[in-house]
């Protein structure tokens, strides 16, 4: 029975590297660098420049690497993401960000991921076992609201003002055309 040396480990993390070069994707990575909390307890981080770096994405771990990151879920088809990266990785750590180019060339949008934990279970590790989210992005809502509280959708039949007694005569109604015309 051997035993694991330091130099052994550097050895080991080259072949991980070369490893994830092979068969893992190339993905921009960025650690913070300032963290400061709003009111609401949100995360407002500055990200550093990204890095560009080879990672593995573990699609179906075995219940024994789930068992070491310490997850634990009734159901089967309720796995987390997870990403090997390389124990050189700069300054990882909790809230660092994992963005996916697109495969596509006409697909523009890129798939962020956020770091929540960071394992290993060897003494001298080859990479980082980290557990991802993704980060979704919406697009800004085009609302075609105005500041009254009588919005009301364009049907053929409008409503009259002065049918219903509750309503203001002199505010203005606006109509939410759903129909897109």
Not at 70 to 99: H, M, Q, R
Request: with cysteine; hydrophobic share 35%; charged share 30%.
């Amino acid at each position: 029975m051997a035993l694991l040396h330091k130099d052994d480990a550097v050895v080991f993390r080259g072949f991980f590297k070369e490893m994830a070069k092979l068969r893992g994707i190339r993905v921009s990575y960025q650690y913070p660098i300032k963290f400061k909390q709003s009111l609401y307890s949100e995360s407002i981080l500055k990200l550093s420049e990204p890095t560009r770096m080879d990672i593995v994405f573990e699609e179906n771990p075995k219940p024994k690497t789930l068992k070491a990151i310490g997850w634990v879920s009734e159901f089967g088809d309720d796995k987390p993401y997870i990403a090997l990266l390389p124990y050189d990785a700069e300054n990882i750590g909790l809230d660092c960000v994992i963005t996916v180019s697109p495969d596509e060339p006409l697909k523009t949008r890129y798939n962020k991921f956020k770091v929540t934990s960071v394992t290993t279970t060897l003494v001298y590790p080859d990479c980082w076992t980290c557990t991802v989210v993704p980060i979704f992005e919406s697009d800004d809502v085009d609302n075609n609201y105005n500041k009254s509280n009588y919005n009301y959708l364009k049907i053929e039949d409008q409503p009259d003002k002065k049918a219903y007694g509750n309503v203001i005569e002199n505010e203005s109604y606006s109509y939410i055309n759903i129909d897109g015309e």
